[in-house]
T-cell receptor
Framework: RKEVEQDPGPFNVPEGATVAFNCTYS??????FFWYRQDCRKEPKLLMS???SGNEDGRFTAQLNRASQYISLLIRDSKLSDSATYLC??????????FGTGTQLKVEL | EPEVTQTPSHQVTQMGQEVILRCVPI?????FYWYRQILGQKVEFLVS????????KSEIFDDQFSVERPDGSNFTLKIRSTKLEDSAMYFC?????????????FGQGTRLTVV
């Protein structure tokens, strides 16, 4: 299994839709995880942290399944401004972050 | 809101030339990093730096690369003899703490084009 694996997409969804992304990771010792958002040719920005079973912030919900080693991100009521690439990130030892390739989301009218 | 700043935003250099990419981390942060992202590919870790020394580096970070904190505010990445395959976006990041749950803040990146 790759260190961090994501479906690259693109996911094309209409405004208002609910969309979910999955990410699998190989290091079973990892305790915390991140979802970052990256707009085209911009820097990654932290969207959510996931430490235990899950985390919710407004329209965004992140869930963690340790037994299956996957993390999911659910976006409800998607907006045009949600269009971006969503990066699954797994910390390694010494603060090193391992990034997935990202899942591209396009929200359309 | 404090932020990581990088200069220049875009650098074009000839193959074989040396380049220095500059970063000013967030002022009270102690841990500094460089990552790179080749166009269309994932963000890759290069090096982490703490207490004036490298704490971890990836296999990408070979002898052509070096990092330095020349003063209390700047953090630089030097590539001694650039290759075409060094063309990428280089992101500097910093964090206040060490640990898996610590957020890293990224600068806006320097796009390096080697011709």
């Amino acid at each position: 299994r790759k260190e961090v694996e994501q479906d690259p997409g693109p996911f094309n969804v209409p405004e208002g839709a609910t969309v979910a992304f999955n990410c699998t990771y190989s290091n079973s010792a990892s305790q915390s995880f991140f979802w970052y958002r990256q707009d085209c040719r911009k820097e990654p920005k932290l969207l959510m942290s996931v430490y235990s079973s899950g985390n919710e912030d407004g329209r965004f919900t992140a869930q963690l399944n340790r037994a299956s080693q996957y993390i999911s991100l659910l976006i409800r009521d998607s907006k045009l401004s949600d269009s971006a690439t969503y990066l699954c990130v797994v910390p390694g030892g010494g603060n090193k972050l391992t990034f997935g390739t990202g899942t591209q989301l396009k929200v359309e009218l | 809101e404090p932020e990581v700043t990088q200069t220049p935003s875009h650098q074009v250099t000839q193959m074989g030339q040396e380049v220095i990419l500059r970063c000013v981390p967030i002022s009270n942060h102690l841990y500094f990093y460089w990552y790179r992202q080749i166009l269309g590919q994932k963000v890759e870790f290069l090096v982490s730096f703490y207490n004036n020394e490298i704490s971890e580096k990836s296999e990408i970070f070979d002898d052509q690369f070096s990092v330095e904190r020349p003063d209390g505010s700047n953090f630089t990445l030097k590539i001694r003899s650039t290759k075409l395959e060094d063309s990428a976006m280089y992101f500097c990041a910093s964090s206040s703490l060490q640990g898996e749950d610590t957020e890293a803040f990224f600068g806006q990146g320097t796009r390096l084009t080697v011709v």
